[in-house]
């Protein structure tokens, strides 16, 4: 991790869970890190842990709604003049809505695009465009996936949700080819957990707690550091070596 010393790393949905499991590996190895969410403050409140604990990195917090493409250029454009651009991106942010193929509401589904899909691109393409702005050609973008990107859940609720990670799957494919067709040394990382024990299913089932905590309990699930200690395991690859997707559950994880 030497030569992330000192570095740029973008972290979106920084406020919780695994981004901010992330960001605070990545600011205690010494990295400056932007770390964005709608609810800033609670990145504000972990940028401060991070200084008091000693760290020899900076965590820098942002407010964005990764729904909305301008709010995310303008967070582009404010890196560039406070950091200079982008070395590492981690396209981390996602949601999930208990909205069925059969019985969906559009807003929900549209959302899940928004987030999942399109916020994970945009930022992609501002961050390579960052990186060869600067003749940066040993940048690394990973992106935060899912199981749910690899096999379908047996369950109504999940089903579109998965497609949306399934395209995270397909997008970080093909970014790999339109770097290497660029002949660039930028790689790219997926990154699939299984059940990780964070408030993803507290948000997910957010009408029935009790669901959520039953996803939890019912299994010793990973935790968000076990997945910011696998960022970390494909940001230290020597640079020849390409990591294009890493795949993880809980032992005990059946589907």
Request: overall charge negative; proline content about 3%; glycine content about 6%.
């Amino acid at each position: 991790m030497e030569r992330w010393d000192g570095r740029v790393a973008l972290v979106t949905g920084a406020s919780v869970g695994i981004g901010a499991a992330v960001a605070r590996a990545l600011v205690q190895k010494g990295m400056k890190v932007v770390g964005c969410a709608r609810s800033v403050d609670k990145v504000e409140k972990l940028a401060a842990e991070c200084q008091s604990a000693g760290y020899r990195g900076t965590l820098f917090p942002y407010k964005c709604d990764l729904s909305n493409e301008e709010e995310i250029l303008s967070m582009f454009s404010a890196i560039q003049i406070l950091h200079t651009g982008v070395d590492v991106c981690i396209n981390n942010a996602g949601l999930a809505h208990c909205e069925p193929l059969l019985c969906g509401r559009t807003d929900a589904w549209r959302n899940m695009i928004d987030v999942n899909v399109l916020a994970l691109s945009i930022c992609t393409r501002e961050a390579f465009k960052s990186m060869q702005e600067r003749h940066i050609d040993d940048g690394h973008i990973i992106n935060i996936n899912s199981m749910g990107g690899h096999r379908m859940f047996p369950s109504a609720d999940e089903h579109f949700y998965c497609a949306t990670k399934y395209a995270v799957t397909a997008l970080t494919e093909g970014l790999r080819q339109e770097l290497r067709e660029a002949k660039t040394h930028i790689r790219a990382t997926c990154i699939s957990p299984g059940i990780v024990e964070t408030e993803f299913a507290f948000r997910h089932h957010n009408t029935d707690p009790e669901r959520a905590a039953a996803a939890y309990e019912s299994i010793k699930c990973l935790k968000a550091k076990d997945i910011a200690s696998t960022v970390m395991y494909v940001l230290s690859a020597p640079p020849h070596v390409q990591i294009g997707d890493i795949q993880m559950w809980p032992l005990e994880q059946v589907l």
